[in-house]
């Protein structure tokens, strides 16, 4: 089955553990961020559709992970993402409240 997607580090040796064979290669730089940003939008779905707390955990560590990631193509540090979304909060707030805006005439 042919996937080319990012995987995480140990998918290979897990593969061949099961007594498959993967066929893997290492993406250059000016191809690492679209990769990343694919493995995103997997994981995001991925969350989207799990039923279990589990499975919900799993799916945002996922993300995490893949965030942490753009972060290090982008040469952005993690603590800057965190720091971003405080000051957004404070000027902009949260999402706790659910607001959904409907329409603006």
Do not use: H
Not at 13 to 18: P, Q, S, V
Not at 29 to 34: A, F, I, L
Request: aromatic share 8%; proline share 3%; charged share 40%.
């Amino acid at each position: 089955m042919k996937y080319n997607k990012l995987v995480r580090n140990e998918i290979p040796r897990i593969i061949k553990e099961k007594g498959q064979t993967p066929t893997c290669r290492i993406a250059i730089p000016g191809e690492r961020r679209n990769y990343a940003v694919e493995k995103l939008w997997e994981e995001v779905r991925e969350y989207a559709d799990a039923k279990t707390k589990e499975g919900k955990l799993g799916e945002l560590a996922d993300i995490l992970e893949v965030v942490r990631l753009l972060c290090k193509v982008d040469k952005i540090f993690f603590k800057e993402v965190d720091n971003a979304r405080k000051k957004k909060a404070k000027k902009r707030g949260t999402f706790s409240e659910w607001v959904i805006l409907e329409q603006v005439v």
